[in-house]
């Protein structure tokens, strides 16, 4: 059994309904370890890049406005990410999600549980798994930075960055 990681994404319309200590239970039951995690608004361009392989599909703004927490507002506009990781971790997870389609998930499974589909056809599946550890990758270092991960798990380099304008504590 190989040690994989993953992103899992709760949400918008997990935060809404107030599911995430039930997802965060479910996900427990694989007995994976968490090596990152964050609250954050999804910038458009995130939602883009992260969604880039539908990007011809019909239904992609709507993908991207649903993964921004659009139609939701204040204070559900925002996801909590997830580093996971564990032996064979990508499919125990996915198991415990279900199938991206709620209708079609497992009643036991988080997006049978609490997924539906909208009257525009969009999934709301309240989680995100990374599908293979190719597309983990990808997606781990698209939504973190290696310093918000508490374990290196891919290879770094120190960087140089001038003039770079960040927030900081008043």
């Known amino acids: 059994m190989a040690i994989e990681q993953l992103l899992i994404l709760i949400k918008p319309d ?3 309904k ?3 200590g039930n997802i965060l239970t479910k996900l427990s039951e694989a007995r994976m370890v968490i090596i990152g995690s964050k609250t954050l608004k ?3 361009e995130l939602a883009q890049t992260h969604y880039y392989q539908l990007k011809d599909k019909p239904f992609f703004g709507e993908l ?3 993964i921004q927490g659009k139609i939701y507002g204040e204070p559900y506009d925002r996801v909590l990410a997830f580093v996971y990781q564990g032996e064979d971790a990508i499919a125990r997870m996915r198991k415990i999600a279900g199938a991206t389609n709620p209708e079609e998930a497992d009643p036991v499974s ?3 549980a609490y997924g539906r589909i909208t009257t525009k056809g969009v ?3 309240v989680v995100h798994c ?3 550890p190719s597309e983990a990758e990808r ?3 698209l939504w973190f930075n290696p310093e918000e991960i508490v374990k290196q798990i891919y290879p770094t380099k120190k960087v140089v960055i001038e003039k770079e304008e960040k927030e900081d504590w008043a």
Do not use: H, P
């Open 14 to 16: 997990g935060v809404k």
């Open 18 to 20: 107030s599911l995430t």
């Open 42 to 44: 999804v910038s458009r």
């Open 64 to 66: 991207v406005d649903y």
């Open 110 to 112: 988080i997006r049978g």
């Open 123 to 125: 999934y709301e599946n």
């Open 130 to 132: 990374s599908s293979d």
């Open 139 to 141: 997606e781990i270092k």
